[in-house]
């Protein structure tokens, strides 16, 4: 073996030690081979596929033993983004449920993302965890993606931000936060087996630069490192990746783990990887035995082991994990579902509104609901990200395919109730029920009412693309029927990610609520009635049709690739994400010159606002902006200010450059201000960011297409480092 990495990493610039640093370095000092050994390998701790968990470890997806000599607690961890798992049953305790990803990105709120992450962190922090496998940022590259609804979106500046706030919120609680996965894991099918092509430039200006600005803003202790492969190396072992962007251009100080079962062999430790996690799932327990020989046959490798301890143990001391007991506390659920109700309603998306067809108010006598288990419950998204209350779900119908990953695909449904919210808030009103099965049915209950109610459904599951953006089954021709039948018809998706709308023009209005978590229904309620002025703004692109996108088909369809067997059926598959290269959602879009159905950071509002001229000014090389908005209709709402970079050294182009959402009451005025990140002005080459000399224009946008008049300035060259 030889190991040009490690001279690599070892090269890299040292930033200045923190007092975690020291200590870190200390206790690592003190430790003896076999004690590093046991800090960078880990179990999978659930009671599937006949594993047994260890009694001081939590249920959850993982334990590490502490070294209780040196200070240093058991590692225990708990999925995920959108709260702590319910571990497919496996956790009994219940938690609350966020709203997805998807939702809480719409709300273009870092504030808000900082809260839900503080309340799921705490949950956690009370159960007994000090790992939250938080931070999920892949970019929606791929919106049939499985585990879209589980990220965040397609923009690097957005999702960066976003995820940022959200581990700061999950780490104010003294445990870690990841982020993951690192790096290019955008879409499911056959993940293990996905080669995914990409230049150096493509993905530092793309998806890699959503990572970078998500630990600058969240420091998280930990980076989860990807299934798939990059230009032909395994995510958990891609020199590139894990040495040379994240430790030595990045300077990142904390622990790769890799993600459940990703660690190909003891020489993704020589690549950067830290930790093998879910080490049942590989083929072998690579950083136990097989790294300790290694260590005690060869320096560097001891070297190495050292380093990869110090910054697990680092790690933990940075955000004070050392310092719990880690014994369970009472959770206040009534108080943590406010804060998921606050979510799901600042989520929601309203896409159409003919006639003023919302807000409902007290118009409607009659209403007729439909569809989407409206009558049990609102969606959450499948996978290890999937979390449920103490009673578990309200429906859970098993996957029928023989997909592999199949038996842990339930789609199941939050004890949250639309029906029952909507009877509620329209106490007057008659509202009746039609489960949508058959559409004569729906239609006749729709033609009596004064209002139709449609709700749509679209299940994601982790592991599993959805090969079109259809809603499933027979719900298009349900909404069209009931469309046809009744002039009044609003439909509320429930889905995971952008959806093709075949019916849209039939209908009155349409909101996309995503899966709006443990209060869903009374948020979807509230915003229907009015009662909240919806405020959110898509985060992603709706495409018109699949043909629109970079792919059209998905590759790898074809694999089959038993889940937690890497060896699949022997075929690993390229998928070229050079063919977009950094031109992801939006920026695809407006290079192809292709109209979507709905564009990137489009939202509707029940009252209207008016954009005041943008201005900029230039101080060293360093852009900044204003802007002034104003409600000018006669409700409070919000709105969100977004900047766009439309021309970059003469060339024209479309990148989000900052974002502002503003509450505002009616008749009030605010202003926004920018400081625009070099990086967004800039291209990607060899070593550096480069602002080629030239002509800038940038302009307002109610989202990325509708644009203000954009103002330019020039600029000299420049170059940041990374
Ligand atoms: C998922 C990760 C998750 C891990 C542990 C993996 O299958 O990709 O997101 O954190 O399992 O449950």
Not at 563 to 583: H, K, L, M, P, V
């Amino acid at each position: 073996m030889s190991f040009p990495a490690l001279a690599a990493a070892q090269n890299a610039p040292v930033p200045a030690p923190t007092e975690a640093d020291r200590r870190a370095d200390d206790a690592v000092a003190a430790m003896t081979i076999e004690e590093r050994i046991q800090l960078v390998h880990g179990i999978m701790a659930l009671p599937v596929l006949g594993l047994v968990v260890p009694e001081r470890a939590v249920l959850g997806a993982g334990f590490i033993p502490g070294v209780p000599r040196l200070g240093i607690p058991d590692i225990r961890e708990t999925d995920a983004s959108l709260g702590v798992a319910w571990a497919n049953g496996s956790r009994k305790d219940g938690a609350t449920a966020l709203p997805s990803g998807m939702a809480l990105a719409s709300s273009w709120d870092p504030g808000l993302m900082e809260r839900g992450g503080a309340m799921i962190g705490a949950e956690a922090r009370a159960k007994g965890f000090n790992v939250m496998l938080a931070g999920g940022v892949n970019l929606i590259r791929e919106p049939r993606g499985g585990r879209t609804f589980e990220y965040l979106s397609e923009d690097p500046l957005l999702s960066g931000i976003l995820v940022g706030a959200s581990i700061r919120g999950v780490q104010s609680n003294h445990i870690v936060s990841t982020i993951k996965h690192f790096a290019l894991n955008d879409h499911e099918t056959a993940r293990r087996s996905a080669d995914i092509l990409i230049s150096d430039a493509a993905a530092r200006e793309s998806d890699l630069l959503a990572f970078q600005i998500g630990i600058e803003e969240g420091q998280p202790g930990s980076v989860m490192c990807a299934y798939n492969k990059i230009n032909g190396h395994p995510a958990c072992a891609s020199d590139y990746l894990l040495n040379t962007v994240l430790k030595r251009d990045w300077g990142f100080k904390g622990w790769v783990m890799s993600d459940w079962g990703a660690t190909p062999g003891i020489e993704a430790a020589i690549a950067g990887l830290d930790q093998q996690s879910g080490e049942q799932l590989d083929k072998a327990v690579h950083f136990g035995a097989p790294l300790a020989q290694a260590a005690r046959r060869d320096p560097a490798i001891a070297a190495r082991l050292g380093d990869m301890a110090q910054r697990v143990v680092r790690g933990l001391f940075a955000v004070g994990a050392d310092k719990l007991d880690g014994k369970p506390v009472p959770i206040d659920f009534e108080a943590n579902a406010r804060v998921a109700q606050e979510a799901a309603a600042a989520g929601i998306v309203l896409l159409r509104n003919e006639r003023n067809a919302l807000p409902l108010a007290d118009k409607a006598r009659k209403i007729a609901v439909i569809g989407g288990y409206a009558d049990i419950g609102v969606p959450a998204g499948g996978g290890a990200s999937m979390v449920h209350g103490v009673e578990g779900p309200a429906l859970s119908i098993p996957y029928r395919g023989d997909n592999p990953v199949g038996h842990v695909m339930p789609e199941s449904y939050h004890r949250s109730v639309p029906l029952k919210a909507l009877r509620e808030r329209a106490r007057d009103s008659e509202v009746v029920y039609r489960d949508g099965r058959y559409i004569a049915e729906a239609v006749q209950a729709a033609r009596g009412a004064d209002v139709a109610i449609v709700f749509a459904t679209q299940f994601l599951n982790e592991g599993y693309d959805v090969p079109d953006l259809s809603l499933p089954g027979n719900q298009e021709a349900l909404i069209a029927a009931v469309a046809a039948a009744n002039p009044n018809t609003i439909v509320v998706l429930e889905t995971g990610g952008p959806v093709t709308m075949p019916w849209l023009d039939q209908t009155a209005a349409v909101i996309e609520a995503w899966y709006p978590g443990a209060r869903g229904a009374e948020a979807i309620a509230a915003v229907l009635f009015g009662d909240v002025n919806p405020g959110g703004r898509l985060p992603v692109t709706f495409p018109a049709s699949i043909d629109q996108l970079p792919r059209p088909k998905i590759d790898g369809f074809d694999v089959v690739e038993p889940e937690f067997d890497g060896r699949a059926n022997g075929r690993t598959f390229a998928t070229d994400y050079n063919i977009e290269g950094s031109d992801v959602g939006y920026r695809w879009f407006v290079r192809q010159k292709t109209k979507p159905l709905f564009p990137f950071g489009f939202g509707l509002s029940y009252t209207r606002f008016e954009q005041g001229s943008l201005a900029l000014a230039q101080a060293r090389g360093r852009i900044s902006a204003t802007a002034r908005v104003r409600n000018t209709g006669d409700r409070a709402g919000s709105t969100v200010v977004q900047l766009y970079l439309v021309e970059m050294a003469g060339k024209p182009v479309r990148r989000l450059v900052g974002f502002q959402k503003v509450e505002l009451a009616p008749g009030e005025e605010k202003g926004a201000a920018f400081a625009i990140d070099p990086r967004l002005l800039a291209s990607w080459s060899q070593d550096h960011w480069r602002v080629a000399a030239g002509s800038y224009a940038f302009a307002l946008g109610t989202d990325a297409e509708r644009l203000g008049k954009p103002f330019a300035l020039r600029l000299d060259a420049q170059r940041h480092e990374p």
